[in-house]
């Protein structure tokens, strides 16, 4: 007899092997009906998988992540398929599942058109109907290698000549396409029925631009309908949030060729950077940091000394000057241990926190390149703590409470905790990271987050906790983060006395907020549609004047506003142009400023303004102390 193990720890006897496909069915016909694959002893297998010896089994259904994870790699044979039957003479080369969906590179003599993503589309739809099983073979691979060669499928022939020649293939068939792949897939094709062809693009050939160029045809892929229509709702959304049309519509930013991956800050996308940064130096503040400025430039040597130049340098803009070679900091850390290495330091003045909004350098790749998201040029809020091993807990439980309070006041309180722990390849001894792990978990339980272990994720030089914000159309950001690092200090040479009066390592640790301050302006940016907070606008307040006998009134209020508040300025600006109301209200509010204050004849004669609120809303006519208060409690509360 043959014993299978469910998750629910219940047993199975069956007389002989026996597929996953029959152990479903044996449960259940509505299992059977639902299984996409199967986990046997951890690992994901096909239906049509044979047990042979005793096994835990798991089956895969479209409600596991495993399960959708099938359903988009064989949309992606599907896609591959519909477009071999359209387009015969085109070459398929590969199709992996990548985030909400998949790709799929094809060599074709002319490129894919918008009509032809139609087309291909409503093939897929054909050949799902079918419900054509998915049955795997396995060859030899010099005998696949023949057999691709021979259906003209010359990529696919190389792809499979770079595996070891005793090493056998596996190739899957639908219908007439056959495919190479290791699998698993679903059963038949009748199980891919939520699909979308999203975008062609150009993608060179096993990446390298000397190759020729293929092209990539984009879909996304999803268990249920409801799923997908979701996901297609939250792309228009993103399209109409989208920080670069935002950027240039608002005035805000621009890149440019002359400078890739590096912002010019326009005047109020510079007032809005400058309102993250105040904020955050007052956060330093309150907060016992002392903030510092480290150089630009260093020299080759310090670099060695923390392993970037050996591990990083593809990453990092070099120089030389006087037979010297230098690199642009892609990071402030190191600076920070030069600094807190300046002069004796006791016990007693740790925990040491330093903060800089340093501007950093990294050598992305142009294809990596997004807007303001990500960049060559940056500035973090990045802090570094200098501490023992014991004050470890103490300070990132701290430091959670106030990452907390950060978010909150930017209007996220929707916060995805994730403790990532030590890898195979590290050092330090396994105390310290025991120690360490314990103290990233215990605090995270005292703040009572609740939190995922993402096992072997932390840094060789010891564990983290990632902060991820989940925006307003539900997508991740990973912004802040907490390393413990046992590293740097020791290549670096960082010392302190301790109470026993001998010297002693410092416990470094590595902690953002925001992160880089250009990508969260633009999650911001996203997360508001253009229409930031009022404490955030670049633009408060717009004063209109009706006819031209309102001119000196509307200057005087403007003034006035600019400075009503006791320790900041209100922004303030005045149309005064010859213009209809309407249209310099309409105007005006295309910019998406917070209010828009109209004077006429009466509201002169009142000494008074008329209230329009973002969003079309009238707030009718008011005093000027009165709106003082009112967008004073706004920029309070941060609304």
Aim: glycine residues 8%; aromatic residues 10%; charged residues 25%.
């Amino acid at each position: 007899m043959l014993e299978i193990t469910l998750p629910d720890g219940s047993r199975r006897q069956y007389p002989g092997p026996v597929t996953v496909a029959e152990v479903a069915e044996s449960i259940g016909s509505g299992l059977a009906k639902a299984a996409l694959g199967g986990k046997v002893d951890g690992q994901l297998v096909d239906t049509s998988f044979r047990i042979e010896h005793p096994a835990q089994l798991a089956i895969v259904t479209a409600k596991d992540a495993e399960g959708l994870e099938m359903i988009r790699h064989s949309t992606a044979h599907l896609l591959a398929y519909a477009v071999k039957t359209l387009f015969p003479e085109a070459q398929v080369t590969i199709g992996p599942v990548i985030d909400n969906g998949f790709y799929y590179d094809f060599s074709y003599k002319r490129p894919f058109t918008p009509d032809d993503l139609v087309a291909i589309e409503k093939q897929m739809e054909a050949l799902a109907a079918q419900d054509e099983p998915v049955v795997r073979r396995v060859l030899p691979r010099d005998e696949a290698v023949e057999y691709f060669k021979g259906l003209g499928e010359h990529y696919k022939a190389e792809i499979i000549a770079s595996i070891p020649s005793n090493e056998d293939v596996s190739l899957y068939r639908e219908g007439a396409f056959e495919d190479l792949c290791r699998g698993p897939h679903v059963p038949s094709t009748g199980k891919l029925r939520h699909f979308k062809l999203m975008k062609v693009a150009g993608a060179y050939w096993r990446g390298d631009h000397r190759n020729e160029m293929l092209q990539r045809i984009y879909g996304t892929a999803w268990a249920t309908k409801e799923e997908l229509q979701q996901y297609l709702h939250m792309l228009e959304e993103a399209e109409k949030r989208d920080h670069r049309r935002l950027g240039r519509e608002l005035d805000l930013f621009h890149m440019d060729e002359t400078a890739p991956g590096l912002v010019f800050w326009h005047p109020k996308g510079w007032t809005i950077w400058q309102q993250v940064e105040q904020y955050m130096r007052a956060v330093y503040r309150d907060n016992g940091y002392h903030e510092v400025k480290g150089p630009q430039i260093l020299d080759k040597s310090l670099w060695e000394k923390t392993g970037h130049w050996q591990n990083y340098r593809e990453n990092m803009f070099t120089t030389e000057s006087e037979k010297r070679d230098y690199a642009l900091k892609p990071m402030n850390c190191p600076g920070h241990v030069l600094i807190f290495k300046q002069g004796i330091k006791s016990y007693r003045e740790l925990p040491l926190r330093y903060g800089e909004f340093g501007a950093c350098h990294r050598n992305e790749p142009t294809g990596g390149l997004h807007g303001i998201m990500r960049v060559r040029g940056f500035t973090q809020d990045d802090g570094h703590i200098f501490c023992t091993e014991d004050q470890i807990q103490p300070e990132v439980l701290a430091f959670t409470q106030l990452l907390q309070k950060v978010y909150a006041d930017f209007g996220y309180s929707d916060i995805i905790y994730k403790v990532a722990t030590r890898p195979e390849a590290r050092i330090g001894s396994d105390e310290s990271w025991d120690k360490a792990e314990a103290a990233l978990i215990h605090s995270l339980e005292a703040s009572g987050c609740a939190f995922e272990i993402s096992p072997g994720e932390g840094a060789f030089y010891g564990p983290k906790i990632e902060y991820t914000l989940k925006d307003a159309i539900g997508r991740h950001w990973q912004c802040g983060t907490i390393q413990v690092d046992f590293s740097m200090p020791e290549r670096l040479d960082a010392e302190y006395v301790g109470e026993d009066g001998g010297r002693h390592r410092p416990v470094m640790l590595h902690r953002a907020i925001v992160g880089s301050l250009e990508r969260f302006i633009g999650i911001l940016i996203e997360q508001h549609a253009g229409a930031l907070p009022v404490w955030l606008a670049p633009l408060q307040v717009a004063v209109l004047n009706i006819t031209d006998a309102q001119q000196d009134y509307c200057r005087e209020i403007a003034a006035k506003l600019q400075k009503a508040l006791p320790h900041q300025d209100l922004r303030v600006v005045t149309d005064l142009r010859n213009e209809k109301i309407t249209y310099k209200i309409r105007e005006h509010a295309l910019q998406k400023l917070p209010y828009i204050l109209v004077a006429g004849d009466k509201e002169k004669a009142a000494g008074a303004v008329a209230v329009r609120a973002r969003g079309n809303k009238d707030l009718g006519v008011m005093s000027l102390d009165a709106f003082v208060e009112l967008i004073a409690r706004d920029i309070a509360s941060k609304a």
